[in-house]
């Protein structure tokens, strides 16, 4: 398994980060 860089790193903390967010949303918008 190769190292990640960090380029994909950061990639995935904001794919995360948008999942988390529009959960969010989706919740509030109840």
């Known amino acids: ?3 990640p860089t960090t380029a994909a790193l ?3 903390a ?3 980060t948008q999942q988390i967010a529009a959960q969010c949303l989706m919740l509030v918008g109840k």
Do not use: H, K
Request: no cysteine.
């Open 1 to 3: 398994m190769s190292r």
């Open 10 to 12: 950061s990639e995935q």
């Open 14 to 16: 904001n794919d995360v």
